[in-house]
C-alpha cells in the first residue's frame, strides 16, 4: 500500500511540537551525537548507523503548550550484517545522559527533566539486515 499524499501538506505543517529537533541539537551539543548521524522524522535513504529522533505525541493537558510532557522515540539503527551489541551500548549511553541531565534550554524551549518510558529494546533488523534499537521518552516542559 503506497503512502497517500497532499499536494499542499508538507510534513512540517502536521500539528507536532518537535520536541525531536530539541532532543538532536541538545545531544550534538553535548557530544552525545555528531552531526550529520541522526535525523528526525525519517531515514536518511541507504545510510547505515544512523540515530532517528521523532515526536511521538504526549499527554493531552489544559494547561499551555509550554507546559506540557511531550513524547519521542529514539530508534538506533546499526551497519548492515552487524550485531545488536554496539547499538545496545550507544542507546544506553544516550539515556543516561538525558535521564541525568538537569533542566535545560535548548532553541528557547525549557525542559525540566526527561524521563524513560520504555527501556531500551531490541526491534529486530529493517530490510537490509541492519540491527534496529528503540527507546521511548517523555520530556517535561
Request: hydrophobic share 35%.
Amino acid at each position: 500500500m503506497s503512502r497517500p499524499t497532499f499536494p499542499d501538506v508538507q510534513l512540517y505543517d502536521w500539528p507536532t511540537n518537535f520536541v525531536c529537533d530539541d532532543i538532536q541539537d541538545y545531544l550534538i551539543a553535548n557530544g552525545i551525537l555528531n552531526v550529520g548521524d541522526s535525523q528526525c522524522f525519517e531515514w536518511q535513504s541507504g545510510k547505515d548507523k544512523q540515530i532517528l529522533i521523532r515526536d511521538s505525541g504526549g499527554f493531552a493537558s489544559a494547561v499551555p503548550e509550554s507546559s506540557r510532557n511531550n513524547t519521542f522515540q529514539v530508534l538506533l539503527r546499526g551497519a548492515k550484517d552487524e550485531g545488536h551489541k554496539d547499538l545496545a551500548e550507544q542507546a544506553y549511553a544516550i539515556c543516561k545522559f538525558l535521564v541525568n541531565s538537569d533542566s535545560f534550554t535548548v532553541n528557547n524551549n525549557r525542559y525540566s527533566q526527561v524521563f524513560m518510558v520504555s527501556d531500551p529494546s531490541i526491534i529486530g533488523r529493517d530490510e537490509e539486515n541492519r540491527a534496529l534499537v528503540s527507546i521511548n521518552f517523555s520530556a517535561a516542559r
